[in-house]
Structure formats: C-alpha cells, structure tokens
C-alpha cells in the first residue's frame, strides 16, 4: 500500500491550503483515515480523522472550525482543506491509513489517536503559514 501526500507550501496567516493523499496498491473502502502533523521538538498529533465510508469524523480541538476532512472512494484520495490558517499550523503534514473500523455501528466512536495504530503512511508534506 503506498499513500502519496502533495498540497502543502507557503501561505500567510488566514489563507488557505488543500492537502490531497493518494492511496494505492489496497483497497481504499477497506481503510480508516487519518491526517498527522508534526512539528520540531513536537510529538506527532492527529489532526483529523475519517472513517470507514466518512460515517464518523474525527478534529482535534485547535483545527475544529477550520480544518475539513474528507475522502472520495472513486478517487481513493484522502483530503485535508485548511481554512484560516495560523503559524501555529506550520508542520509537516502526514496522511496515513488503518484498518481499524472506528466510527461505524457497533464500534469503538473514537478515532485511534497514536500513529503506532496506523498502518500506512505516506512521505509527508510541508506546510509553512506565515505571521
């Protein structure tokens, strides 16, 4: 399974940005997803998630608001829309992907929050928003 991450660059603060991640070599309907950052001397956070089908969505509290997940199953691509975009966003992004079936009926709602429960990754993408 190989995940391809493009989107990221330089944006001012308040502007906007639309991460994509490809996901190949699986069958894309079989994964839950989920977009990382990680920024220097930080840990490796989830932003936010999708699960199986985009029945449950899952944000961290600093992005609610602002940050949009979603998937398109025909496209098997993964997408993060940031809006108002602040410096403290600056990081590299990470998509990655799990066959953990969060989120659906009669499943644990919570999104898997640790990268070690993520089985693919993709290579990640830098994004810088300046002040």
């Known amino acids: 399974v190989q995940l391809q991450a493009s989107g990221g660059g330089l944006v001012q603060a308040g502007g906007s940005l639309r991460l994509s991640c490809a996901i190949s070599g699986g069958r894309f309907s079989d994964y839950a997803l989920g977009w990382f950052r990680q920024s220097p001397g930080k840990e490796r956070e989830l932003v936010a998630a999708?699960?199986?089908?985009?029945?449950?969505?899952y944000y961290t509290d600093s992005v609610k608001g602002r940050f949009t997940i979603s998937r398109d199953n025909t496209k098997s691509t993964v997408y993060l829309q940031m809006n108002s975009l602040r410096p403290e966003d600056t990081a590299v992004y990470y998509c990655s992907a799990t066959h953990n079936t969060w989120g659906v009926p009669g499943t644990t709602p919570t999104a898997p929050p640790f990268p070690d429960q993520y089985e693919y990754w993709g290579q990640g993408t830098l994004v810088t928003v300046s002040s």
């Open positions: 999708i699960s199986w089908g985009g029945i449950s969505i």
